[in-house]
């Protein structure tokens, strides 16, 4: 049994969810996913799974999706990598590959797109991403910055020091980039400059994809 579009549509209208939201996951136009919400277009099988991973992501306390073909995907094991700060900025941790990285289930084309997962630590983010919850990135090669997206930032000191931090990516009235903390915490209500100071690079990692909150 397939994706009914109606269903599909009003799944989507729901808090914590988008049409184009799903878009971005899907790595689909929005016109594409607005076509499948009016039945228009066609959900491919290699869709449905992406569909049913976004849908899963964002259902309270996992709840099964009902409407969508029960064969499943094969789950595979998508890396954890280390730790991210979501309060100022955190030393790199990332798991050493050499030996077997913790993983998390995730549907083998998430996994196969390169995306890997991090360990959020601290308040910052906790209007998105809770501490102690896990968001799944994409790496990022660049090409158009992705503003108004949560991305994972890395900073690299001269003293040879890196370290990384999770914020949403802005550009302010002035035209500047800057790395906006979305948080309930009153120590983190002000933006950190998205620029290179000082003999300081910084850089996108990744994009987040969807977060994970553990039960």
């Avoid at 849908?55 to 954890?80: D, M, R």
């Avoid at 501490?131 to 990135?137: F, R």
């Avoid at 020091?161 to 999770?166: A, M, P, R």
Wanted: with cysteine; aromatic share 6%.
């Amino acid at each position: 049994m397939g994706i009914d579009p109606a269903w599909l549509k009003a799944e989507l209208a729901k808090p914590g969810r988008s049409q184009s939201a799903l878009a971005r996951f899907m790595g689909l136009a929005a016109e594409q996913v607005n076509r499948m919400c009016a039945g228009s277009r066609r959900i491919q099988a290699d869709e449905a799974d992406k569909i049913r991973a976004y849908l899963a992501a964002t259902s309270p306390g996992g709840a099964t999706i009902p409407h969508i073909s029960p064969k499943p995907q094969a789950a595979v094991g998508l890396p954890i990598k280390g730790t991210v700060e979501a309060g100022s900025w955190r030393e790199v941790a990332f798991t050493d590959l050499e030996h077997e990285p913790e993983t998390l289930p995730a549907p083998k084309s998430v996994v196969d797109s390169g995306a890997f997962a991090l360990r959020v630590s601290g308040p910052s983010m906790d209007q998105r991403y809770p501490d102690g919850s896990y968001v799944i990135v994409q790496p990022w090669h660049g090409g158009p910055l992705p503003i108004g997206k949560r991305v994972v930032v890395e900073r690299a000191r001269p003293d040879g020091l890196v370290e990384t931090t999770v914020k949403e990516l802005v550009v302010n009235g002035r035209g500047d980039l800057e790395l906006w903390p979305r948080s309930t915490h009153p120590a983190h209500q002000t933006p950190i400059p998205h620029k290179d100071l000082d003999g300081v690079t910084v850089r996108i990692v990744g994009t987040v994809m969807y977060s994970f909150q553990p039960d």
